[in-house]
Nanobody, 118 residues
Framework: VQLQASGGGLVQAGGSLRLSCAAS????????LGWYRQAPGKQREFIAR???????NYADSVKGRFTISVDNIKNMVHLHMSNLKLEDTAVYYC?????????????WGQGTLVTVSS
């Protein structure tokens, strides 16, 4: 599974941005698609995920501001971010979880940088 994230950039506080992640390769048995982020000096943290039943989870810090969506035809997952805050500045990574006979396997994209300015 290969994941290619795009859409990051510089945005003012209060603005919006949409991140996209294109998935390719053997996508069979992908159970979950999601987004994580890593701010400077901090650990990578969960942001949002969607599973095959379209069940969605968000981190409390982004609820009501971020929306995750999936385009099953184009094999893409998007993260719509609005009302961005300075603390949203981070490298954002898309994630795919594939169910293997030995257990779930995580795949990661290369990351896309989001910088929120005042």
């Amino acid at each position: 599974v290969q994941l290619q994230a795009s859409g990051g950039g510089l945005v003012q506080a209060g603005g919006s941005l949409r991140l996209s992640c294109a998935a390719s390769g053997n996508l069979r048995s992908i159970s979950t698609l999601g987004w994580y982020r890593q701010a400077p000096g901090k650990q990578r943290e969960f942001i949002a995920r969607i599973n095959g039943s379209s069940s969605i989870n968000y981190a409390d810090s982004v609820k009501g501001r971020f929306t995750i969506s999936v385009d099953n035809i184009k094999n893409m997952v998007h993260l719509h971010m609005s009302n961005l805050k300075l603390e949203d500045t981070a490298v954002y990574y898309c994630n795919a979880v594939k169910e293997d006979v030995l257990g779930p396997v995580n795949y990661w994209g290369q990351g896309t940088l989001v910088t929120v300015s005042s």
